[in-house]
């Protein structure tokens, strides 16, 4: 059975949800893992099935996608990927304020340094404000009150306020 990533970016309409996900299902794909979402009115949605269809089957099933050539496919045939060392925590991770430049990279700079792991992230700019929720994966042995510390620092520097709380299990 082959992996296959597949993405769908374009210009939103109602039923690309239904008709992608019909035509994978047609196709005998199943749906491991999926996001979708609006990035400025523009959509894009991820998705990762397995199945015995090989990548130009599955191109050919989805080619009505791109029909009228406001949405594009991908599709990639990947390997299963070993699961990640240990994690400790769990956390979100929220910045908001005005927007400005290198924001994103500041704050998850500063999460890659100690070997946290972004494991979702959204950012939305609304009129001026600008928010960032990310859910970040710590390792073991990570003092997460010096990582705060330092996320608030930098923040701070980009005159933004930046938190971070443990995730609780009823939050997945």
Do not use: W
């Not at 199943?30 to 959509?43: A, I, P």
């Not at 600008?130 to 980009?158: F, I, K, M, N, Q």
């Amino acid at each position: 059975m082959t992996l296959h990533a597949i993405t769908v970016i374009g210009h939103d309409r109602p039923g690309i949800i239904a008709e992608t996900t019909a035509a994978l299902g047609d196709l005998g794909l199943n749906l491991e893992d999926s996001t979708m979402t609006l990035l400025r009115g523009h959509f894009a949605m991820m998705l990762v099935c397995r199945g015995e269809a090989d990548q130009a089957a599955v191109e050919a099933g989805l080619a009505g996608l791109t029909a009228d050539g406001t949405l594009d496919v991908s599709v990639r045939a990947v390997p299963d990927e070993a699961p990640a060392g240990p994690v400790r925590a769990s956390y979100v991770l929220t910045v908001h304020g005005a927007d400005r430049i290198g924001i994103v990279s500041s704050v998850v700079g500063r999460v890659a340094e100690v070997g946290g792991n972004v494991t979702d992230l959204t950012t939305r700019l609304a009129g001026g404000l600008y928010l960032l929720v990310a859910e970040v994966d710590l390792p073991d042995g990570v003092d997460a009150d010096a990582l705060t510390e330092a996320l608030r620092s930098t923040a701070g520097d980009l005159g933004v306020e930046a938190t971070l709380r443990e995730l609780e299990s009823d939050d997945l």
